[in-house]
T-cell receptor
Framework: KNEVEQSPQNLTAQEGEFITINCSYS?????LHWLQQHPGGGIVSLFM???GKKKHGRLIATINIQEKHSSLHITASHPRDSAVYIC????????FGTGTSLTVIP | EADIYQTPRYLVIGTGKKITLECSQT?????MYWYQQDPGMELHLIHY???????EKGDLSSESTVSRIRTEHFPLTLESARPSHTSQYLC???????????FGQGTRLTVV
């Protein structure tokens, strides 16, 4: 069993659609990270959350500590949002989800 | 923009060679990490460091070794590369355990 579960694994959306990626975890954590990995392999940290909600441009991340669940939302999706989105948590060590591969079609 | 750098970006080497993957950061972060990622698979932590002269093994067993002689530098070494070491290696750093992590661009290693 993975400590971090993401859904969906793959997602295809039309440009402009609202997108939600979910992350559930089973361990106690001090923080949750949303990461973006582009096809070249480089990873960018999008958000680090320990409670509540954060917004950066068209990206919104929320976390519910009691339910051990986080969501990443992308509003007005664009083809350049196509990437793999990874949920990671700080427990007594780092745990990573397997990622959600997002493709946004023009 | 994150100031963490990995070299080389791509490396193809023969079996049995010794290699060192370089990782440097200019943010003064104490915490540094090495991750391994096979194609289409999740990231796995293989080594981390609390600070200078501190190194720890991660959750995935690795035949690589690391050193942390300076705050800004966290190289990873494979003494004798094998085809099973073919993977992407990502370096990251953070100020604290529960603060934002910054990632390097990765080194894609192929052992033939």
């Amino acid at each position: 069993k993975n400590e971090v579960e993401q859904s969906p694994q793959n997602l295809t959306a039309q440009e402009g659609e609202f997108i939600t990626i979910n992350c559930s975890y089973s361990v106690g954590i001090s923080a949750l990270h949303w990461l973006q990995q582009h096809p070249g392999g480089g990873i960018v940290s999008l958000f680090m959350l320990s409670s509540g909600k954060k917004k950066h441009g068209r990206l919104i991340a929320t976390i519910n500590i009691q339910e051990k669940h986080s969501s990443l939302h992308i509003t007005a999706s664009h083809p350049r949002d196509s990437a793999v989105y990874i949920c990671a948590v700080n427990g007594n060590q780092f745990y990573f989800g397997t990622g959600t591969s997002l493709t946004v079609i023009p | 923009e994150a100031d963490i750098y990995q070299t080389p970006r791509y490396l193809v080497i023969g079996t049995g060679k010794k290699i060192t993957l370089e990782c440097s950061q200019t943010m003064g972060h104490d915490k540094m990490y090495w991750y391994q990622q096979d194609p289409g698979m999740e990231l796995h932590l293989i080594h981390y460091s609390y600070g200078v002269n501190s190194t720890e093994k991660g959750d995935l067993s690795s035949e690589s070794t690391v050193s942390r002689i300076r705050t800004e530098h966290f190289p990873l070494t494979l003494e004798s590369a094998r085809p099973s070491h073919t993977s992407q290696y990502l370096c990251a750093s953070s100020e604290l355990w529960n603060t934002e992590a910054f990632f390097g661009q990765g080194t894609r290693l192929t052992v033939v």
